[in-house]
């Protein structure tokens, strides 16, 4: 007599499948989880390096060369850090200089170099380093 349904053997092994093909795609998505990751940390760094570019064009030219090295420090999102928001929130750092653009052979009356160094105390392999020419134009100009 045949009854409607499945028998136990036929769950288990429809288990095990299933177990066997579940467990088969965990690496897959542990190499998709640090992909998105690293994607994430690269958005963020290079937000940051725009805000640390736009801080230096808004001052103007002739206040950006004599501005010395500023460091910052930045939450997980890539958001400016106050003065007194604790280290413990610092996921992001910031250190930006000027540099004169002597190795490329131009007067640095009418070009500078900006360098921003991007990195992570919590992710010690977290470090790029951002360079940007700034050069003098319009109202700047004597």
Excluded: C, W
């Excluded at 053997?9 to 093909?21: D, H, M, S």
């Excluded at 958001?79 to 653009?101: C, F, H, M, W």
């Amino acid at each position: 007599m045949r009854k409607n349904g499945f028998s136990l053997i036929e769950v288990v092994i429809a288990l095990g499948v299933t177990t066997v093909a579940l467990v088969g795609t965990l690496p897959v998505m542990q190499i998709g989880l640090a992909s998105y990751r690293d994607a994430m940390n690269d958005t963020i760094v290079a937000t940051i390096d725009q805000q640390v570019l736009s801080q230096y064009l808004l001052a103007g030219f002739e206040n950006i060369k004599d501005l010395p090295p500023q460091t910052k420090r930045y939450d997980e999102r890539g958001l400016l850090l106050g003065a007194n928001d604790g280290e413990e929130k610092t996921i992001y750092q910031s250190v930006s200089r000027i540099l004169p653009p002597a190795d490329l052979g131009l007067s640095s009356d009418d070009l500078v170099k900006l360098e921003v160094k991007v990195s992570s105390p919590t992710q010690p392999e977290l470090q790029n380093t951002f360079t940007s020419l700034i050069a003098r134009h319009g109202k700047d100009t004597p």
